[in-house]
């Protein structure tokens, strides 16, 4: 779904998911295995998804700047 689709409420309820999983994602770095193999792949897992929580995250709050411009 589109973000422009999406009530301020839950733009903000979506930005609230976004930041949690942020933090989870980060918080799981400190528990990553001493296997090489297997923290690389781990690691490329998590930097794709973070990349991915971040792009969305990046929308919704462009999107509520562009209803809210200062």
Known sequence: ?????????ELW???TQNTEAMA???H???ELPSNP???ANLM???SKTMNRVQ???QQYTT???RRYPL
Do not use: P, Q
Not at 1 to 9: I, K, P, Q, Y
């Open 44 to 46: 490329r897992s998590r």
């Open 1 to 9: 779904m589109r973000c422009v689709n999406l009530t301020d409420d």
């Open 13 to 15: 309820g979506a930005i």
């Open 55 to 57: 792009r969305e995250y």
């Open 63 to 65: 999107e509520l700047r």
């Open 37 to 39: 193999h297997t923290r």
């Open 24 to 26: 989870a994602i980060l």
């Open 28 to 30: 799981l770095e400190l």
